[in-house]
């Protein structure tokens, strides 16, 4: 592929880089006007890069000669567009909130040296931007700069997000974790390419199915692989590297939580699945080696089981929701091992389906306050329909989405999952998760039982609405589609499952309708008389 051509699928991205720029500058300027206006610019340029993403990777434009799964940035642009829009309206009135308040009571003159909100908006876009490269990464060290381009503007949205220590201590853990992450799966890349010789996915895939036919991979191959997923599982927040979650998505507001809910999550499961197809692994052949499956499944069982009992344990919703957040790693995981074909197709949906789901329950929490401050525990959210019934349905809603519980958006995306592992022979794996599916309801209920039926209490009556009403149009619009796309369910299946396609199916499908035309072609030519050779045949000379 030439560059122009490869930059043809940068568009998304290369919109939401001029985005990053302009929100920048928007949010530096002295007129009040501007400055408020950064939230829409930001939403304006997200919802291009995801229209630009249907058109930049439709049919006619994939090339499955250079990418391993040609058509994933259409859907992950789609979904990247429409959460991270969502993501948006969760922050509005939330970013330099005292700073725009000192400001209009003329208490301060405004300072661009103090301002945050243009940086606040400018972070958070290039970290989607981040996760779309993930999709037209063509070797690894793309990869791992998309990798780090998702990551790095979170470290900062987390220590600017809040103006206590609990926020800089949860920054400061966060980045040193992260770094140290980084460092894993960047060595595991090292020796991928030792193993390989070669740093391009397509070169790479090709190598690992030589030794595969010459016996199966070396020894170099399997432990850069095994280094690269438990790096790469950090940004899940995959066990054994989960501990962070709970602390920094407690000391973070609740927007930028929302955003760790989503963002580098999807960034590790995509980037999880682009390095498994590099070792040969498609629709025409799903087996993973041995030591790979291992290591995913033990992976898998851990970060589900320890993510739903760490939930069970706690007070403080974030640290609730934390814990949940990681058993949904465990969760995807069961896709990843399936492969190819109905395995990713299943974990692109719930993708799509925990995002909207995770989004809307953090939406009440951006979208309500206790004097100031944001609702911390259980008892907050007592009694909750009394006086924000609007909020209490959307919790209880988007719970029960997360629990998946029939007919909502989780229960469809939960069931392909286990459908996944069924008909790929990890029947054992699918029990685990049916039964910490079931102990997730344990306290997924308290999240639908404590708002609607608890009787409040004096805490819980001062909880009152924040600055802004985008969040609670957010959580409404969350909602709404958690109700309504499942009506979609055939199509939203059919778009994930041709997302989902490797190259080698593609190519192979491709070549097989090739052979069909032409094999039909030839036997219509052995029925169909040429008129010339009819009429000589005719003739009275060879009567």
Request: aromatic fraction near 10%; charge should be positive.
């Given at each position: 592929m030439?560059m122009?051509?490869h ?9 939401l880089?001029v ?5 920048a500058?928007?949010?530096l300027?002295?007129?009040v ?9 930001a ?5 291009a890069s995801?229209?630009a993403s249907?058109?930049v990777?439709?049919p ?7 990418f391993?799964?040609?058509?994933l940035g259409r859907w992950v ?6 959460v ?5 309206l969760?922050?509005?009135g939330q ?5 725009e ?5 003329g208490?301060?003159?405004f300072?661009?040296?103090?301002a945050?909100g243009g940086e ?6 290039l970290s989607?931007a981040g996760l ?7 070797d690894?060290?793309?990869?791992f700069l998309a990798l780090?381009?998702t990551?790095l ?5 987390v220590?600017m997000?809040r103006?206590?220590?609990l926020?800089?201590?949860a920054?400061?853990k966060y980045?040193f974790?992260?770094?140290?992450s ?19 996915f397509d ?5 690992f199915?030589s ?14 692989l ?21 602390d920094v998505y407690?000391g973070a ?6 955003f760790?809910g989503?963002?580098?999550k999807a960034?590790g ?8 197809v590099?070792t040969?692994l498609s629709e025409?052949?799903?087996?993973l080696?041995?030591?790979?499956m291992i ?6 069982v851990?970060?589900?089981?320890l993510g739903?009992i ?7 919703i974030?640290r ?6 990681i058993?949904h ?8 091992i399936?492969?190819p074909?109905?395995?990713?197709t299943a974990v692109?949906?719930y ?5 909207i789901?995770n989004?809307a329950a953090?939406s009440?929490l951006s979208?309500l306050?206790r ?6 525990t ?5 009694g909750l329909?009394?006086r924000?019934?609007?909020?209490a ?8 989405s997360?629990?998946?519980f029939?007919?909502l958006l ?5 069931l392909?999952?286990f459908?996944?592992?069924?008909q790929?022979?990890?029947?054992v794996l ?8 079931a102990i997730?309801g ?5 999240l639908v039982?404590?708002p609607v ?6 805490r ?6 924040g600055p802004?009403?985008w969040?609670r149009?957010a959580?409404v619009?969350m909602?709404?589609a958690t109700l309504?796309l499942p009506?979609?369910?055939s199509w939203l299946y059919?778009?994930?499952s041709d997302?989902?396609?490797t190259?080698?199916?593609m ?5 097989a309708e090739?052979t069909?035309v032409?094999?039909?072609a030839?036997?219509s030519?052995?029925l169909?008389?040429?008129p ?5 045949l005719n003739s009275?000379?060879n009567?």
């Amino acid at each position: 592929m030439t560059m122009s051509n490869h930059l043809w699928f940068l568009i998304p991205e290369a919109i939401l880089m001029v985005g990053v720029v302009i929100t920048a500058i928007t949010g530096l300027m002295r007129s009040v006007s501007i400055r408020q206006s950064t939230p829409a610019v930001a939403a304006v340029f997200v919802i291009a890069s995801g229209v630009a993403s249907v058109f930049v990777f439709s049919p006619e434009h994939l090339d499955t000669t250079t990418f391993l799964m040609p058509a994933l940035g259409r859907w992950v642009g789609v979904i990247t567009s429409a959460v991270g829009l969502v993501l948006i309206l969760n922050s509005v009135g939330q970013v330099d909130r005292r700073l725009e308040k000192a400001v209009a009571a003329g208490r301060l003159r405004f300072d661009p040296l103090r301002a945050s909100g243009g940086e606040y908006y400018a972070f958070m876009l290039l970290s989607l931007a981040g996760l779309m490269l993930i999709c037209t990464a063509n070797d690894l060290i793309w990869l791992f700069l998309a990798l780090e381009l998702t990551s790095l503007p979170t470290y900062v949205l987390v220590a600017m997000s809040r103006t206590n220590k609990l926020a800089q201590e949860a920054a400061m853990k966060y980045f040193f974790l992260g770094a140290m992450s980084a460092a894993i799966f960047l060595y595991g890349f090292a020796l991928l390419y030792a193993a390989t010789g070669t740093i391009e996915f397509d070169q790479m895939r090709r190598a690992f199915q030589s030794q595969t036919a010459d016996g199966g991979l070396g020894a170099l191959a399997i432990a850069g692989l095994l280094l690269s997923l438990f790096g790469i599982g950090f940004k899940l927040a995959a066990a054994p590297l989960h501990l962070y979650a709970a602390d920094v998505y407690e000391g973070a507001s609740a927007p930028v939580t929302a955003f760790l809910g989503f963002v580098p999550k999807a960034a590790g499961v995509l980037a999880i699945m682009m390095l498994l197809v590099t070792t040969g692994l498609s629709e025409l052949s799903n087996s993973l080696p041995y030591p790979i499956m291992i290591m995913l499944w033990v992976v898998a069982v851990l970060t589900m089981t320890l993510g739903n009992i760490g939930a069970l344990l706690q007070r403080s919703i974030k640290r609730m929701l934390a814990y949940s957040s990681i058993a949904h790693s465990g969760y995807l995981m069961i896709g990843i091992i399936a492969g190819p074909g109905i395995g990713y197709t299943a974990v692109l949906f719930y993708l799509l389906a925990y995002g909207i789901g995770n989004t809307a329950a953090f939406s009440v929490l951006s979208a309500l306050e206790r004097r100031g401050e944001e609702l911390t525990t259980l008892e907050d959210l007592a009694g909750l329909r009394k006086r924000h019934p609007l909020m209490a349905a959307v919790l209880a809603i988007s719970s029960g989405s997360l629990l998946g519980f029939p007919p909502l958006l989780g229960f469809w995306g939960k069931l392909m999952l286990f459908i996944a592992g069924i008909q790929t022979g990890q029947i054992v794996l699918v029990i685990i998760a049916a039964v910490n599916s079931a102990i997730s309801g344990w306290y997924y209920l308290k999240l639908v039982a404590v708002p609607v039926m608890a009787t409040p209490t004096a805490r819980s009556e001062s909880v009152e609405r924040g600055p802004s009403n985008w969040p609670r149009v957010a959580g409404v619009i969350m909602v709404v589609a958690t109700l309504v796309l499942p009506i979609f369910l055939s199509w939203l299946y059919m778009q994930s499952s041709d997302s989902a396609q490797t190259a080698a199916a593609m190519r192979a499908r491709t070549q097989a309708e090739s052979t069909e035309v032409l094999e039909s072609a030839q036997a219509s030519a052995r029925l169909v008389p040429v008129p010339g050779v009819q009429a000589s045949l005719n003739s009275p000379s060879n009567r």
